[in-house]
């Protein structure tokens, strides 16, 4: 019996409900560009310094959310780039997660390389 690929069991179940609710699809290259990835460095480097939202439809959906926020467009993103999500390995060691995935990547058929975005819109 084959053994279950997190994409199978968790990925692929999370987009279906994401999608039943409403949310959009968006492709990988998509989702990186709108983030302001490089192409033309290293894939271990392209994610750094870059956001980690579509900062233009977080703002919209802020503003739509709250049309009484007075703040200049980019102030929550740039107070959202002070904090630190501390992720951990299963031995407990820190991580960083865009370096782990850009590095295994290079990993045929590694579940670190068929992650999805989805978007509110």
């Known amino acids: 019996m084959p053994t279950p690929r997190e994409h199978k069991t968790v990925q692929a179940r999370i987009l279906g409900y994401a999608e039943a609710i409403g949310w959009t699809f968006v492709s990988r290259e998509e ?7 490089d192409p033309e460095v290293p894939p271990a480097d392209c994610a750094k310094n870059r956001s ?15 049309p009484r926020y007075a703040e200049a467009e980019g102030a929550l993103l740039r107070q959202f780039r002070h904090l630190h999500a501390d992720l951990y390995d299963s031995w ?30």
Do not use: V, Y
């Open 92 to 121: 407990g060691r820190p991580i960083n997660r865009a370096t782990h995935i850009a590095k295994n990547c290079d990993i045929p058929g590694h579940s670190s390389c068929t992650r999805h975005s989805l978007r509110l819109d």
């Open 52 to 66: 980690l939202f579509f900062d233009d439809l977080l703002d919209a959906k802020l503003r739509g959310f709250n």
């Open 31 to 37: 989702a990186e560009q709108r983030r302001g990835f």
